[in-house]
């Protein structure tokens, strides 16, 4: 689950334009609430995973995202009282109340649901696909010593990862056999922090060494060195703007309205079918151009 340069269109895009397009999924996820909107949202962003060529690996988030997500369905019918279509009664449940299971509990816990997968897989999507340290260089001229401790940090993670296996491999090569249950996953786990310790302190004496410490901002400027727009920044910006657009337009308007109390109101019309394709279109179009995406 860690960035890996892949022949797509995302991945040849810079950093900063899909990083813009990742938050214009975020906003609206978070912007819009009509289920068959999210519904297409989602479908999108499972495309645009497949399209950038990390759709085997979302597939775990994706599993994730559902472990999440049932939780949030089940609390929220179990908690609301609000909503008239009952369609359960577990009776009197002492300082909680009555319990009476709603069917508008059940579709708003849906919905909340469906959000936070989204928001999950955008994240997971924007981690897969967007080079992290080009990422992190933009913010080098804000604070360098920032952006050296986050680089730092997010090259460590598979550092960490790479040692968990080697070890976890050890264990199994042991004559007597790896332990199993909870005493053998702690051993791993100090084993591995151990020694990320170990090799943070020897990173600190490394750039100690050679001088991180007293270094300051540089006033060069670099702008020769600054590469022109290619055509998958521009597609990708053009479709981070067309994104957050349509989210927008079906915020303000009745295209994508939706009330889940005191009774589901959900309107289904040629504007909002309109607006679930506008949305797939403009989410998958970018990756309609495979010109230039070699590494």
């Given at each position: 689950?860690?960035?890996?340069?892949?022949?797509s269109p995302?991945?040849?895009?810079?950093?900063?334009v899909?990083?813009?397009?990742?938050?214009?999924?975020t906003?609206?996820?978070l912007?819009?609430?009509?289920?068959l909107?999210?519904l297409?949202?989602?479908?999108?962003v499972?495309?645009?995973?497949w399209?950038?060529?990390?759709g085997?690996?979302?597939?775990?988030?994706l599993?994730?995202?559902?472990?999440?997500a049932l939780p949030?369905?089940?609390?929220?019918?179990?908690v609301s009282?609000?909503?008239?279509?009952?369609?359960?009664?577990?009776?009197?449940?002492g300082?909680?109340g009555?319990?009476?299971?709603?069917?508008?509990?059940?579709?708003y816990?849906?919905?909340?649901?469906l959000?936070?997968?989204?928001l999950?897989?955008?994240?997971?999507?924007a981690g897969?696909a967007?080079?992290p340290?080009?990422?992190?260089?933009?913010?080098r001229?804000?604070?360098?010593r920032?952006?050296l401790?986050?680089?730092?940090a997010?090259?460590m993670l598979?550092?960490?990862?790479?040692?968990s296996?080697?070890l976890?491999?050890?264990?199994?090569?042991?004559?007597?056999?790896?332990?199993?249950g909870?005493r053998?996953?702690v051993?791993l786990l100090?084993?591995v922090v151990?020694?990320?310790?170990d090799?943070?302190?020897?990173?600190?004496?490394?750039?100690?060494v050679?001088?991180f410490?007293?270094?300051?901002?540089?006033?060069?400027r670099?702008?020769?060195?600054r590469?022109?727009?290619s055509?998958?920044?521009i597609?990708?910006?053009a479709?981070?703007?067309a994104i957050l657009?349509?989210?927008l337009?079906?915020?303000?308007?009745?295209?994508?309205?939706?009330?889940?109390?005191?009774?589901?109101?959900?309107?289904?019309?040629?504007?909002?079918l309109?607006?679930?394709?506008?949305?797939?279109?403009?989410v998958?179009?970018?990756?309609c151009?495979?010109r230039g995406?070699?590494?």
């Amino acid at each position: 689950m860690f960035y890996r340069r892949l022949a797509s269109p995302l991945h040849a895009a810079r950093a900063s334009v899909g990083a813009l397009w990742a938050l214009s999924l975020t906003a609206a996820s978070l912007i819009l609430y009509h289920p068959l909107v999210l519904l297409a949202l989602l479908l999108g962003v499972l495309g645009a995973a497949w399209g950038a060529g990390v759709g085997p690996r979302l597939t775990r988030s994706l599993r994730m995202a559902v472990i999440v997500a049932l939780p949030i369905v089940l609390v929220n019918v179990l908690v609301s009282r609000d909503g008239l279509t009952v369609f359960a009664r577990l009776g009197d449940l002492g300082p909680f109340g009555q319990g009476n299971l709603t069917l508008e509990a059940l579709v708003y816990g849906g919905v909340i649901a469906l959000k936070v997968t989204l928001l999950i897989l955008v994240t997971a999507l924007a981690g897969l696909a967007i080079d992290p340290d080009e990422l992190l260089r933009i913010f080098r001229r804000l604070s360098f010593r920032s952006a050296l401790t986050a680089t730092l940090a997010t090259r460590m993670l598979p550092l960490l990862s790479a040692d968990s296996q080697r070890l976890a491999e050890a264990q199994r090569t042991r004559p007597g056999g790896a332990r199993g249950g909870a005493r053998a996953r702690v051993a791993l786990l100090s084993a591995v922090v151990a020694g990320s310790l170990d090799r943070a302190m020897d990173v600190a004496a490394t750039l100690e060494v050679r001088g991180f410490a007293a270094t300051r901002r540089s006033t060069r400027r670099h702008g020769s060195l600054r590469r022109p727009l290619s055509r998958h920044d521009i597609a990708f910006a053009a479709s981070a703007v067309a994104i957050l657009t349509l989210a927008l337009i079906g915020r303000l308007t009745n295209v994508a309205s939706f009330e889940a109390y005191p009774q589901v109101d959900l309107p289904l019309n040629f504007g909002t079918l309109a607006l679930c394709v506008a949305l797939l279109a403009a989410v998958l179009l970018p990756f309609c151009d495979r010109r230039g995406i070699e590494p």
